[in-house]
């Protein structure tokens, strides 16, 4: 499967608690009127972490109802156990789920070196119904997939490639010269994207899509197109908001979405709301990037 391009890791809208699957529907009606590749569903944008098996399950069925032919839906099934990952990916694939995205074990950190993780992973892409990718964010889960690791397990049939939100390019680039070219790395971090997409990424899956869909979708088409100097002039007026991204985590990117029209809404605890303090800055960001012409109009 062909996964160039910027897609938008959702989120989940919850009200009194409880999942609001109608919200979510709804923002994907909104983000379909921009040019995204696809959607991660059941991402760490997702506070996937904090939901039941229950409600994965409804997401992933709401998701894959609400998004269109020719829009790749990847489901996050990564969990603790290699067994218990298997299942949800059987599952994410009956709700119709287009790719699978699977996160490193971390409860286990110090045991979750090289031999571990290449176990790991090809057990489950042998038994799962659809294309894997590897998913390293140590800043989550403390474990960073060693390079050869990745080299590995690039030649398995069922594993499509990788996202690494690390926002480490000595990493990525390691990386890129151990695998195929048809191993898709895909970059989590926007304020690495345009080196990323230089060094072979072949797109995204960004928290700032969430709330900045259209300067996101801009910079991989400029980087694509050949427009180098214009791309890294779009990296540079990201960074701002890119950096506030990471630092507000998925309280700020409800935020942002709240101030673009969108259902953003509450996260669920044990996470805590944003303050008045950074839900300012937040829209001072947004601002920014309309001022510089990145964003058509501050409402989506």
């Known amino acids: 499967m062909n996964l160039a391009g910027i897609a938008s890791p959702l989120t989940t809208p919850f009200v009194d608690g409880r999942v609001a699957l109608d919200l979510l529907a709804a923002n994907l009606a909104r983000y379909q009127r921009h040019r ?21 399950i409804a997401i992933l069925r709401a998701a894959r109802a609400a998004i269109p032919p020719g829009r790749a839906m990847i489901a996050g099934v990564g969990l603790e156990g290699t067994d218990a990952t298997i299942r949800l990916a059987v599952a994410a694939a009956e709700c119709g789920a287009d790719a699978l995205l699977v996160v490193t074990p971390s409860y286990f950190r110090a045991q979750m070196g090289e031999a571990a993780l290449v176990r790991h992973f090809t057990a489950v892409a042998d038994a799962a119904p659809r294309p894997v990718l590897l998913y390293n964010v140590p800043k989550f889960t403390g ?4 390079p050869a690791a990745v080299a590995q397990v690039a030649s ?20 890129l ?88 809404g509450p996260v669920r605890p044990p996470l805590l709301p944003l303050g008045d303090g950074d839900r300012a800055a937040m829209r001072e960001c947004l601002l920014a990037l309309a001022a510089q012409g990145d964003l058509d109009a501050i409402a989506l």
């Open 177 to 264: 010269a151990l695998v195929p070219r048809s191993f898709q790395v895909l970059c989590g971090a926007a304020n690495v994207l345009q080196p990323a997409l230089a060094a072979g990424a072949v797109g995204g899956i960004l928290a700032l899509a969430d709330v900045a869909p259209e300067p996101c979708v801009a910079l991989f088409e400029l980087q694509r197109a050949g427009r180098t100097d214009d791309a890294l002039a779009l990296q540079k007026h990201l960074l701002p908001a890119a950096l506030l991204v990471g630092k507000l985590g998925v309280a700020g990117i409800k935020a942002g979405m709240d101030e673009r029209g969108l259902a953003g």
């Open 36 to 56: 995204l590749a696809g959607y991660l569903v059941l991402g760490s944008t997702g506070e996937a972490a904090l939901l039941s098996s229950e409600e994965r």
């Open 143 to 146: 474990v960073v997939i060693p």
């Open 156 to 175: 398995h049939p069922n594993i499509a490639g990788l996202k690494d939100s690390s926002g480490d390019l000595g990493w990525l680039l390691s990386v």
